[in-house]
């Protein structure tokens, strides 16, 4: 995550359908403990733990159907105050086709 600069990613079934979100505060909470048994967990498993351990980190699944406004977009990251929404195709497949960042939306404001 951090070669390519990303503050979180998202996390696909076999399909390719979007089931969860991790984010590197996630990831370094296991810095804070590192253990192998840790990296044999499953990604749902480990991000539970984790999770527990800090009560207050929270990162929802915040999603926008492809064909919605941006405004729809930024009204979620606003209301949620996360840093991403994840596209997907439609609800019924759920398949991750992008993400629309804070930085994107201000990045074309300031273009």
Do not use: C, W
């Not at 979100?21 to 991000?47: A, C, H, W």
Request: aromatic share 6%; no cysteine.
């Amino acid at each position: 995550m951090e070669h390519k600069n990303l503050s979180g990613i998202a996390i696909l079934d076999g399909l390719g359908k979007i089931v969860g979100t991790t984010t590197g505060k996630d990831l370094g909470l296991f810095l804070k403990n590192p253990t192998l048994i840790s990296l044999r967990k499953p990604v749902f498993e480990y991000l539970k733990a984790v999770r527990q351990q800090q009560i207050n980190i929270i990162t929802p699944l915040i999603t926008v159907n492809a064909h919605d406004k941006v405004t729809r977009a930024v009204a979620l990251l606003s209301a949620t105050q996360v840093h991403r929404v994840f596209i997907v195709d439609n609800v019924d497949q759920f398949r991750l086709l992008g993400v629309l960042a804070i930085s994107d939306i201000l990045r074309f404001i300031v273009a």
